[in-house]
């Protein structure tokens, strides 16, 4: 079957931009074969730190704990970073999923179900569970750019809490005061909470007004974190002096490159996506994919870089807020290879960078050329980029500047 590859770099997988109920690329892509079912029954007693919250026919979808009888690591992408590419889907396809059909998208429902799952969220470390399945669940390992992979799946009969959970001061807090989701997530932030345990806290509904409070699939959580902490840090960076050089940092972590360039000038921002030949989603093509905003932000969402537009974004703020500097942002990824393990890769990642020694220089052009020197595909992102001009004349219009002062 043809598949356009330029609406794949787009989709990813999760928008179905192709027509099918599934992507045929996921769908033929399993880095578990050969690995045997770790399952042996339709009862588990182990540990959950986290619970999946599907987006597959929402508003019905279904609504489960993720499970192992022994964690091999913690279930936080932030422990992640540095670590290889088996030990994470090792970890990963160990949690066994629990499904329960539920209805999502309007205000939750207090029950005792949904309560457990909801303190199996909220709770850090770990809360042991008793899981007992409809069936034998079914091995099926699923890769997804948002959301990272889990192992066996089916259907719930029973779950039940083996051990008290052990709940965050400043979480349980939150959660029993009324406020808008937004403000409930930049205090977590700010009180420390890990960006993905607050996606947790908020996919299973205790965020936000008392009478506006819903269940978020998983995905959407993910990326819904990471866009709301990136407006406060934008807010927060308004009033910053600018960087005086232009700053050139680079990473690269799970086959993807990055090149993060940070210029004088006011908050702006721009994401290049360029998916090798060797990449899942561009079938054997280079392709690349963009989106970007100015001062005031996006009025909709970067739907062609999608979530990993956010995860980036949110780094770079970061950095800017710790050094009390603001700036225009360019980041150029190349997707090399690798399996879609979750848009928690270019968060890391991006954050693993911003924490390196940048190259400095004195003027624009300098740092684009070691930058596209740096690429595989060199020069190729600038026809994407949608600020690259806006530097560019800025940069002409200093040089000119410079010159008129005495």
Known sequence: MKIDPEKCVRCKGTQYLCGKVQCPLKKGFNLMKGIE??????????????????????????????????????????????????????????????KEPRR????????????????????EPETGTEVEFRRKPRF?????????????????????LSSNPSVPRVVDSVAEDDLKASDGMWRLYEKGIKTSHISKVLSVG??????????????WGITATD???????????????????????????????????????????????????NSLWSQGRTLAVSDYERSRGRKSYASDVAGGYYAARIAVLEWMKRK??????????????????????????????MLNDPVRFDCL???????????????????????????R?????????SKKLP
């Not at 205790?206 to 995905?219: A, C, I, Y």
């Not at 866009?227 to 009033?239: A, F, T």
């Open 104 to 123: 999502i998208g309007e205000a939750v429902d207090p029950s005792e179900g949904l309560r457990k799952l909801q303190f199996i969220a909220m709770a």
């Open 206 to 219: 205790v965020l936000g007004r008392s009478k506006d409070r819903k269940m978020v699939p998983t995905r």
């Open 140 to 160: 099926n390992v699923s890769f997804d750019s948002n959301a990272p992979p889990f192992g066996p799946s089916e259907e719930t009969k029973k779950v039940d």
């Open 37 to 98: 079912e770790v399952s042996k029954g339709r009862e588990l007693f182990g540990e959950s730190q986290s619970v999946f919250i599907g987006s597959w026919n929402y508003p019905k979808v279904y609504v489960g704990p993720l499970s192992t009888k022994e964690l091999f690591m913690e279930d936080y992408p932030e422990e992640w970073y540095g670590r290889g590419l088996d030990d994470i889907v090792k970890h990963r396809v160990s949690l066994f999923r629990g």
């Open 393 to 401: 004349s800025r940069s002409i219009l200093q040089k000119y500047m």
């Open 365 to 391: 052009e300098g740092a684009l050329e070691e930058m596209s020197a740096r690429l595989d595909t060199g020069r190729m992102w600038e026809k994407e980029s949608s600020i690259l001009g806006d530097l």
């Open 227 to 277: 866009d709301e902490i990136g407006k406060k840090l934008r807010e927060e960076i308004r009033d910053f002096k600018q960087v005086n050089d232009y700053l050139l940092f680079e990473g690269n972590y799970l086959g993807n490159y990055f090149e993060i360039l940070v210029a004088p000038g006011n908050w702006s921002f721009d994401v290049i996506e360029i998916y090798t030949e």
């Open 324 to 353: 009390k500097r603001k700036g225009t942002a360019l980041v150029v990824r190349e997707i090399k290879s690798s399996a879609p393990v979750g848009v928690w890769k270019v968060r890391e990642t991006c954050r693993g960078t």
